[in-house]
């Protein structure tokens, strides 16, 4: 018995294909799975889905696009990922779109009541 199910009932509703509307999903649930806990350094991450530590970077500045190999990766490592909904959008999630590309905090996490301060 096949496991596999039929596509063609969504072939009416899948949008056209844009790329930059892919990436900035895949930005957005890559920080939404940061905020939530799911790894704790988006270094973490890359290194969980075996990918250049400047990835995320490039793909937030247009140099490199979200592909294959990256959402199997992630489906792979982190189950909790919202896949579809980074391919396909609101379309056939519900999900609402991200109006922008999000941009991560720059440099290391800074734990509350530490001073960063060398010392005098």
Request: proline share 6%; aromatic share 8%.
């Amino acid at each position: 018995m096949s496991t596999t199910t039929s596509l063609a009932p969504l072939a009416g509703k899948l949008p056209e294909f844009d790329q930059e509307a892919m990436d900035r999903r895949f930005v957005a649930e890559v920080h939404r799975l940061f905020e939530v806990g799911v790894f704790s350094t988006f270094r973490e991450f890359l290194d969980a889905i075996a990918a250049h530590p400047s990835l995320l970077s490039n793909i937030e500045s247009g140099k490199n696009h979200c592909n294959q190999r990256m959402l199997y990766n992630l489906l792979r490592q982190y189950p909790a990922a919202d896949v579809n909904w980074v391919l396909f959008g609101a379309a056939l999630t519900g999900r609402a779109e991200p109006v922008r590309t999000l941009q991560r905090q720059r440099g290391r996490p800074v734990e509350k009541g530490v001073s960063t301060r060398k010392p005098a």
